[in-house]
């Protein structure tokens, strides 16, 4: 099974709570997330998934 990231510049808002969990999976550039690893490997998964939980406005969406 794999993974897949996407997360939505429209609504972050910069908290910067998936990249204090994740922040091999995710980065803040300008004010912007950037999503690092669009298909995480195994070992990833899980802070890819609880960043994307912490996001207080649900800018993360993860399909996998
Ligand atoms: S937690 Fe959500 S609002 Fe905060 S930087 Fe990440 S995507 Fe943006």
Redesign the pocket.
């Known amino acids: 099974m794999s993974m897949r990231v996407e997360?939505s510049i429209e609504?972050?808002?910069?908290?910067?709570?998936?990249?204090e969990v994740a922040e091999d999976v995710?980065d803040?550039v300008n004010g912007n997330?950037v999503v690092l690893l669009e298909e995480p490997p195994e070992e990833a998964r899980e802070r890819a998934r609880l960043?994307a939980r912490?996001?207080?406005?649900s800018?993360?969406s993860i399909v996998e």
């Open positions: 997360a609504r972050c808002q910069a908290y910067g709570n998936c990249v995710y803040l997330v960043g912490l996001c207080p406005v800018a993360i």
